[in-house]
């Protein structure tokens, strides 16, 4: 025996499905759109059968072949005629495929073989097999039905502590979207029971939404803008204010739900060209909602009387249904009735939890497995033995063959999809789903031969689920084939891009700039990316410093100057209208066309300037000043790597190094001679030594070099995180800066370019010595090695005298935060100072 | 989520009333940075007013105006369709409310 667990509120105008495990309760949701509850609507379109939400929108056009609120006629002979399947179909075969569709709603893909459906406490004996009939027909092989209130209750109770010993009278007040109900429930000696019960079919959340549309929106608008017959038209089918009526239905029920968490909202809408705006409070709410509320008091009054009980006798009134959300209704029941109000749970979810609460007690008999024989014979006669008795539920299988053929990748909106079917397709049904929800064909006849066409959302992958079914709607899952279709981001006909396009913003925590990539090598074109950034420098108007747009073709790890700029737009001090500050907005539109002209817009969002600008790949421009930084910064680089290979006598790679510079060192003079307006070549020509020099000094030492430096990275990190632990100040400040380091690792790791190794060792050293600087027993021993400096070591002995006094005293008496101050005050009076001074002249690109 | 969901339906709403002003030009820059925003955090709008209707487009919910017809054409969006990219994929958020009418 196995417990049910799956709990069903099979609704008149929504339904849920739930199941009870580990103690806890799940609602599952609707696949599409993620929503807990299924309209209890079931459309019979030209072609095509659709259950839920989307069946509900032709409800008011084709109501011959739309059906909803079946619920009311379970259990009575009642057939609705279709017109577009020309045949009958009842209630209990909609409910059936109600039931259907909320199978789909369990993710986890686990059969749901039994279920606990819940029912009104009105529902006779015909009504209630009608509905266990359904639940039979929809696959489920047990069936049990539970009452609505006792299911709503079961939900509060559970939800409570001390529950043990209840005993007594309650009231389950069910105000949902449609439907009234309210019930008297009792415990007597541990049992639970619907003692008596009353409700109006005809009253819910829906005639509050049209109340606010009656009794507020018409008499203003007849009032303010003279409309004649403005009521009939907005009602009438076809009306003028047809399209508005839909508006103002949505946009009430919306001002119902906000008017129940604040005082005052407003509904504004267009009518006949004039803007409309409406404020409604709460109390003018309340008026629309009195005499339906006072109804359902004098209700709830009726099954007291007639039961000869006071509102003394009942403990509590249980609160059911999305309408119970209004505060008023709250209000009125406290008020009138003198009763606990209790809405501790969400009311609209109570009935299909008490439902899987009540499954999760109850016990069914699942499928027998199929028992291993002796042999393959005893085995298959085994199977064909269960297969012959009708009793058993075996999954559908089936050796329909179908043959799909659509395009993997497209430009369009939507995609033909063509299938093929061949075997056992007669009687059959399919239906294709979007993955993220947004396409449902709903149940479709299968044909030898058909199409659908999917629509696709842009520049994304579109995934979809073929699924077919057989003659009783269940799923045949061994033809389940999945279609992917890439909308725009590739297309066969373009071109690709063959190296990453970049643009060169600054980086000035390391007084450098990087790039970051615009369009990532092999995307096809055409391609178009807006930027947004920030100016990293303030730029006076009518001054000769500038923004630069840099953009470059090549490996987006690689230095700047190592790259192949194919874009510089220069946007000066003298081209703008007022000042640039440092941090305002710059927007920037690349578009690379088919012919791989590229095309940029920027506009700065301050001064609400626009430059456009338009290049072939040909156009170079070059920024001297800029220029000059490059050089100083490669040329630096390049000692520093010298030093470092002679340290490690890697004297090949020196000398290698050594000639880049000697090349390097012929321009300089040239280069810091030139001024911006010169008009020679000599600025391309020393570019594009660069940019030579750049690239060969990158590709020094091969794999060999990479490797070391990828060694010596690890071990500045493995030190840091030696030392880290020990810090004495900061360590959270320190052990920030660690975890930003570590998120670039990987792309430092993979890269083939030196640079990007040699600048995060860099990073990881500079840290390593801010630990350092930050850890007592270090900046302890380097003391004691300043004191141990003679005079002519610092720029001013006698002013140091006093500060390595009041550093001794701080360290006896244990004020290590004032010790460390003093020592580093020491030393910034050494001649030779350990810190790197900052070059704050950094000029880089402008672009943040 | 329920804030962003809430504030691009604000975005929206305001939006739409710029264009029927005819001031969405002037704004065209913040609006398209204000989409950026969204779409950077995963989210994606969809405004499917123009389309043609469809039934299996799950992704709204539409209320059909006059008597239908064979063109149905989405003629007001009362509010967006959202889907959201992340980890598990992509998912719709909200479904789109809209009027669908005969053209």
New interface residues.
């Given amino acids: 025996m196995k417990s049910i667990n799956f709990g069903i509120d099979l609704g008149t105008t929504n339904s849920l499905i739930t199941k009870y495990e580990n103690g806890k309760v799940t609602i599952f949701k609707h696949p599409i759109g993620h929503k807990e509850t299924l309209a209890s609507v079931v459309a019979f379109r030209p072609g095509r059968t659709l259950v839920g939400d989307k069946a509900r929108e032709f409800l008011t056009k084709d109501p011959v072949n739309i059906f909803a609120n079946f619920k009311r006629r379970m259990g009575t002979d009642d057939k609705f005629y279709v017109v577009n399947l020309d045949e009958n179909v009842t209630p209990v075969e909609l409910s059936t495929l109600v039931l259907k569709e909320l199978k789909q709603f369990v993710y986890s893909g686990e059969d749901v073989e039994a279920a606990v459906i819940t029912i009104p406490a009105s529902f006779d004996t015909m009504q209630s097999n009608a509905t266990k009939k359904a639940g039979l027909a929809a696959g489920f092989r047990e069936v049990l039905l539970l009452q609505e209130p006792i299911a709503a209750s079961l939900a509060y109770f559970n939800n409570q502590e001390n529950n043990a010993d209840r005993d007594g009278y309650w009231l389950v007040y069910d105000l949902g979207g449609g439907t009234f109900d309210i019930a008297l429930m009792q415990i007597k000696e541990g049992e639970m029971k619907v003692v008596d019960h009353e409700g109006n079919n005809f009253l819910g959340g829906a005639d509050f939404d049209f109340g606010i549309i009656e009794k507020i929106i018409i008499p203003y608008v007849t009032e303010h803008f003279g409309i004649e017959n403005f009521e009939e038209e907005l009602r009438k089918n076809n009306g003028k204010y047809e399209q508005l009526f839909y508006e103002l239905i949505y946009k009430s029920e919306e001002a119902k739900k906000e008017l129940s968490q604040q005082h005052e909202t407003q509904i504004d809408f267009i009518l006949d060209g004039q803007e409309v705006l409406l404020t409604i409070t709460r109390e003018e709410l309340e008026n629309t909602l009195k005499t339906r509320v006072s109804d359902t008091i004098s209700m709830l009054k009726n099954i007291l009387n007639r039961n000869e009980l006071g509102t003394h006798d009942i403990e509590e009134i249980l609160l059911v249904g999305g309408s119970t959300y209004i505060p008023y209704v709250r209000q009125q029941l406290a008020q009138h009735t003198g009763i606990k109000v209790n809405s501790q749970i969400d009311p609209t979810t109570a009935v299909a939890i008490g439902a899987a609460y009540y499954a999760a007690n109850k016990y069914y008999q699942p499928e027998a497995g199929i028992e291993l024989g002796e042999n393959v014979e005893d085995l298959l006669s085994r199977i064909s033995a269960d297969d012959a008795d009708p009793g058993t539920y075996l999954h559908p299988a089936s050796d329909i063959e179908l043959i799909v053929s659509y395009s993997q990748m497209s430009k369009d909106t939507e995609e033909v999809l063509i299938i093929k079917a061949g075997n056992n397709w007669e009687g059959k049904t399919y239906r294709i789903i979007r993955s993220d929800g947004g396409f449902d064909t709903g149940f479709v006849a299968m044909k030898s031969k058909f199409t659908e066409f999917l629509p696709l959302l842009h520049n994304t992958n579109n995934l979809f689920y073929l699924r077919i079914y057989d003659e009783e709607q269940n799923e045949i899952k061994s033809a389940l084939k999945e279609i992917s279709i890439t909308q725009g981001q590739f297309n066969i006909a373009g071109q690709p891009i063959p190296q990453d396009i970049c643009i060169e913003v600054d980086d000035k925590e390391n007084h450098t700039t990087r790039l970051e990539v615009i369009f990532e090598k092999n995307a096809v074109l055409p391609q178009k990316k807006t930027l947004y950034r920030e100016i990293s420098k303030t730029i006076k108007q009518g001054a000769e410093d500038s923004i630069i747009i840099n953009i470059l073709e090549g490996d987006r790890n690689a230095r700047a100057l190592s790259n192949l700029v194919i874009a510089c737009i220069e946007i000066s001090g003298k081209d703008l209208t007022s000042d640039l500050i440092k941090g305002s907005d710059i927007e920037l539109q690349i578009t690379m066309s088919d012919n791989r002209e590229l095309q940029t817009e920027v506009f700065l969002v301050m001064t609400q300037q626009e430059f456009k600008n338009a290049f072939s790949l040909s156009e170079k421009h070059v920024n001297i000043d800029r220029l000059k930084e490059q050089f100083i910064d490669l040329e630096n680089e390049i000692r520093n790597s010298i030093k470092m290979f002679s340290h490690d006598e890697n004297d090949v790679w020196a000398i290698q190094a050594n000639d880049f510079l000697k090349e390097l060192m012929q321009h300089k003079n040239e280069l810091f001679k030139l001024k911006e307006d010169d008009r020679t070549d000599a600025k391309y020509v020393i570019a594009e030594v660069l940019n030579r020099v750049s690239q060969a000094y990158d590709k020094l030492g091969g794999e060999d070099r990479l490797e070391r430096l990828r060694y010596e990275y690890l071990e500045a990190k493995e030190y840091i995180e030696n030392h880290l632990p020990m810090a004495d100040f900061k360590k959270e400040d320190l052990g920030q800066t660690y975890s930003k380091l570590l998120k670039g690792e990987h792309q430092v790791l993979i890269s083939r370019n030196p640079s990007i190794l040699e600048k995060a060792t860099e990073k990881m050293n500079s840290l390593a010595w801010d630990i350092l600087w930050n850890t007592l027993s270090y900046i302890i021993s380097r003391y004691e090695g300043f004191k141990g400096l003679a005079p002519d070591e610092f720029k001013n002995y006698e002013g140091a005298k006093p500060i390595f006094r009041a550093a001794d005293q701080a360290l006896s008496n244990e004020r290590y935060h004032e010790f460390r101050q003093h020592v580093y005050s020491i030393t910034h009076l050494l001649v030779h100072n350990e810190y790197k001074i900052q070059n704050d002249d950094f000029k880089g690109t402008g672009i943040g | 989520m329920d804030a962003n969901i809430a504030l691009i339906n604000q975005f929206f709403e305001m939006e739409q009333k710029m264009v029927?002003e005819q001031l969405a030009d002037k704004f065209d820059?913040n609006l398209?940075?204000i989409q950026?925003i969204f779409e950077a955090s995963g989210l994606?709008i969809?405004n499917p007013a123009g389309e043609a209707y469809?039934?299996?487009?799950?992704?709204y919910?539409?209320?059909?105006?006059?008597?239908?017809g064979p063109n149905l054409k989405i003629?007001?969006v009362?509010k967006p369709?959202i889907?959201q990219?992340d980890s598990q994929?992509?998912?719709?958020?909200?479904?789109g409310?809209v009027?669908a009418?005969q053209v």
């Fill in positions: 029927a820059r398209r940075r950026h994606i969809v469809s039934e299996s487009r799950t992704d919910e539409a209320s059909i105006v006059g008597s239908p003629t007001k009362i369709i889907y990219n994929g992509r998912q719709l958020l909200q479904k409310i009027i009418e």
